[in-house]
């Protein structure tokens, strides 16, 4: 039974950082490209970043670009979503999702977590 469970959301200020994890388990991690989504209230689901299964190559939406950063430790079944200079649009319930290749398209993941709650404040 595979699980993506994140963890690390929370109440920040504007300017401020946040890590978040997801932690996976009962599927061979190391095969599988890794993507961050999230979604605000009364929007639809958003692509942030995605990394390929080594790591090696990474993809930002453009909102985020210079701010998020994504990582993954292959050893310890982990997934990271380094979050800095937060805005109060970057507020959302934010995702892990495992997938055959890193893509920018929801649909394409297979596995997904139940998600975090960020919240930025002005």
């Known amino acids: 039974q595979v699980q993506l469970v994140e963890s690390g959301g929370g109440l920040v200020q504007a300017g401020g950082s946040l890590r978040l994890a997801c932690a996976a388990s009962g599927l061979t991690f190391s095969r599988y490209a890794m993507g961050w989504f999230r979604q605000a209230p009364g929007k639809e689901r958003e692509f942030v970043a995605a990394t390929t299964s080594t790591g090696r190559s990474t993809v930002y939406t453009d909102s985020v670009k210079g701010r998020f950063t994504i990582s993954r430790d292959n050893g310890k079944n982990m997934v990271y979503l380094e979050m800095n200079s937060l805005k109060p649009k970057d507020t959302a319930v934010y995702s892990c999702?495992?997938?055959?290749?890193?893509?920018?398209?929801?649909?394409?993941?297979?596995?997904w977590g139940q998600g975090t709650q960020v919240t930025v404040s002005s």
């Open positions: 999702a495992a997938g055959d290749s890193v893509t920018r398209t929801s649909s394409a993941y297979q596995y």
